[in-house]
């Protein structure tokens, strides 16, 4: 029987095959989480909802506002209600004016009646300009203070989230919802401030319009309700486009930023790999850019109407005002100035409705940032409170971990271990047997699950112990170190300090690992700026950066770290840089307890113990030479790794 087979995998957006029991597509980015709270929030956006809402958003931005810069916001507030007085003065001023030329009698008795109004109305515009550029100065000052504080904010929060966070996508989602509530925050402030100086200009409109005749305040209405409405409704619709292509805005950032940075630059070239990836970014592209362009339509079509109804508004107020001025109800002098006050009041309502939408649809945003703050994303560590002393012990029991995600099964599964103060003990094991994922249990960057066993440092589970304390008792070279944009010395002490002579214990730290040596070959020694692109900038080997962050490593034993963990720290260098780190190492191991992670079995050699890995479990523990002698995975691998045979090459036809 023939079997006809399926491609092993098809381009992105092909539609699924109608035989298979599962969709065939690739999979793209996609945050799933459950419970999409977003668009709940999206759906229930009303006037009502805005109108109880808009008070404590004004409070929320004029607190951030008070806190970035007390003086200038005090200033500002100040600004803005004595502007809102000269708007008012200046149309009782127009008032006064009017009335005074349009009474009967000679045209040079009517100047001279309305010169003090005149006055006023003069000396008002002019303080109200002058007070408008105060406002925008002093704006100016506050808006960016503001967002440099919630930018703060936020990624200190962000730090303070526990790594596991990292690997879910509602974390991810909900990170990127404060980023962006943090970018609108001196928005924010501006659109405040118009909605406050919008009513006061309104209150001042009324209170002349009310002098003039009470009737005409009921023709303010007319000319809010319908932009009122439909300012309310396009803030629904934008805000439901927006978390409509979440996924899509978030995979072009991606795309964008494996595209741009430096790390992947020769690899988009090489591999020629442009082409296939803006294939994939304009198909997100699209998908937002139809979304938006429906909303878009959408939008101005509920504008339509709103001018539609506003036009009818103003024409039945015009018609009123024609209709108490021809009825005699209403003077000429007072028809013209609640002509100006009805503008006025138009206007201000308008600033106000809209400027107010444009608040509530921000302050959803900001409801994000604050949600954010408050718990790291629902991932603050909270652990206990136990200052550790270095461990004397680390005893794992049963434990099993699994990543989250339906498709992945667990890393580690019932691994008992026992580490012991003095001691040098090798993670040998084939990819993804879950060498990393068990040091980063042990160093406390994840925690063991519910139910998935304990790790605990001489007797104390490690939960209860206080986050800090315990890292400072760490130091790690991961599989992944960082290459800080810093200068070389940075680079090593990160602003930590053993204490004694700063710069000695950098250079010691360095010399056990050959770093020394890179950094005397660059133009400014350990000043020189390591980022290349950069003015003065430099880069460094692969191996160079290896040994930077061994050093930096070492450099944090000066201050006594219990556990030292080195994942792959030799894979990038040559053999007698790897000599001199292994040995520093063993010169290093009394007083802690040490882990070295290598695929290069000779190194292990240096171990006190080995502990062999396969697929999350431990399936061998001895010295180097009990697993060499004995058939097992350990002794398979070794004989891999010596085995450079090769088939013997074809013959020639
Ligand atoms: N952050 C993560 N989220 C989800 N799965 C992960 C994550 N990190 C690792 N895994 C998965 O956990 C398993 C163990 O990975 P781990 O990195 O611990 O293996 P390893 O033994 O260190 O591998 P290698 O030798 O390749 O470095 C693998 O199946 C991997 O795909």
Same mark, same amino acid.
């Given at each position: 029987m023939t079997e006809t087979r399926r491609p092993p995998f098809r381009e992105t957006g092909a539609q699924p095959d109608d035989h298979a029991e599962q969709p065939e597509h690739d999979e793209e980015l996609? &945050? $799933?989480? +459950?419970?999409?709270?977003r668009h709940d929030v999206g759906t229930s956006i009303s006037s009502s909802a805005m109108v109880r809402r808009l008070p404590e958003l004004i409070r929320r931005s004029l607190a951030l506002a008070w806190h970035a810069d007390r003086r200038s916001t005090l200033l500002l507030l100040l600004a803005q209600a004595a502007s809102g007085v000269f708007g008012a003065l200046a149309l009782y001023a127009t008032t006064g004016t009017l009335a005074a030329l349009l009474r009967p009698g000679p045209v040079t008795g009517h100047l001279r009646a309305a010169a003090p109004s005149l006055t006023l109305l003069t000396v008002s515009a002019a303080l109200r300009a002058a007070l408008g550029i105060a406002v925008t100065t002093l704006s100016g000052r506050v808006g960016p203070r503001v967002n440099r504080d919630a930018d703060l904010a936020l990624i200190e929060a962000g730090c303070s989230a526990? !790594?596991?966070? &990292?690997? $879910?996508p509602a974390y991810n989602e909900s990170w990127e919802a404060a980023d962006r509530g943090a970018a609108t925050t001196p928005d924010l402030l501006a659109s405040a401030q118009d909605v406050i100086a919008a009513t006061v200009s309104l209150a001042a409109a009324a209170g002349v319009l009310t002098t003039l005749n009470p009737w005409l305040l009921p023709f303010l209405l007319l000319g809010s309700v319908p932009a009122g409405l439909a300012a309310v409704r396009t803030a629904r619709i934008h805000y439901l486009a927006t978390i409509t292509t979440n996924d899509e805005r978030a995979a072009l950032r991606i795309y964008r930023w494996h595209l741009i940075d430096k790390q992947r630059a020769d690899q988009v070239r090489s591999d020629q790999v442009l082409p296939f990836m803006m294939r994939k970014y304009r198909a997100a592209e699209a998908r937002i850019v139809a979304v938006t362009d429906r909303a878009g339509t959408e939008a101005a079509r509920v504008s339509l109407l709103a001018a539609l109804a506003t036009g009818a508004g103003a024409a039945l107020m015009w018609g009123a005002l024609l209709y108490l001025v021809s009825t005699g109800r209403i003077g000429l002098a007072a028809a013209g100035s609640a002509t100006f006050a009805l503008r006025t009041a138009a206007s201000s309502v308008q600033g106000m409705v809209g400027n107010g939408a444009r608040l509530y649809r921000m302050g959803l945003y900001l409801d994000d940032y604050f949600d954010f703050l408050d718990s790291a994303g629902g991932h603050r560590i909270t652990r206990g409170e136990i200052v550790p002393d270095p461990p004397g012990t680390i005893e794992v029991t049963a434990l099993t971990y699994a990543y989250p995600g339906e498709q992945q099964e667990a890393a580690l599964r019932g691994i008992d271990l026992t580490l012991h103060q003095g001691e040098v003990v090798a993670l040998i094991g084939q990819n993804g047997s879950g060498k990393s994922t068990l040091l980063k249990l042990l160093s406390g960057l994840y925690l063991p699950q519910d139910g998935g066993g304990q790790i605990t440092w001489d007797g104390v589970p490690i939960a209860q112990l206080e986050a800090d304390a315990l890292f400072r008792q760490v130091a790690r070279v991961p599989q992944e170190f960082a290459r800080w944009p810093l200068p070389a010395h940075e680079n090593v002490h990160l602003g930590r300090h053993a204490g004694g002579d700063p710069v000695r214990a950098v250079e010691a730290a360095a010399a056990l690992t050959g770093f020394d040596e890179v950094v005397t070959r660059?133009?400014?020694?350990?000043? =020189?700026? !390591?980022? $290349?692109?950069?003015?003065g900038g430099a880069e460094l080997s692969g191996g160079g950066w290896q040994r930077a962050a061994v050093a930096r490593a070492f450099y944090r034993t000066a201050r006594q770290p219990g556990l030292l963990i080195l994942d792959? +720290? =030799?894979?990038? !260098?040559d053999p007698r840089a790897e000599h001199r780190i292994l040995h520093a190492l063993r010169t290093l191991a009394p007083g802690r307890i040490t882990l070295l992670v290598t695929h290069n079995l000779a190194n292990a050699k240096l171990a006190d113990r080995v502990v062999v890995m396969d697929r999350g479990r431990i399936v061998q523990t001895g010295t180097w030479d009990e697993l060499a002698g004995t058939e097992g995975l350990f002794r398979e691998l070794l004989d891999l790794q010596t085995d450079r045979t090769v088939p013997a090459p074809r013959t020639a036809p």
């Open positions: 996609r &945050y $799933q989480f +459950p419970g999409d709270k526990e !790594l596991a966070a &990292y690997d $879910q660059l133009r400014s020694g350990w000043r =020189t700026l !390591l980022a $290349q692109g950069w003015q792959e +720290p =030799t894979s990038d !260098l």
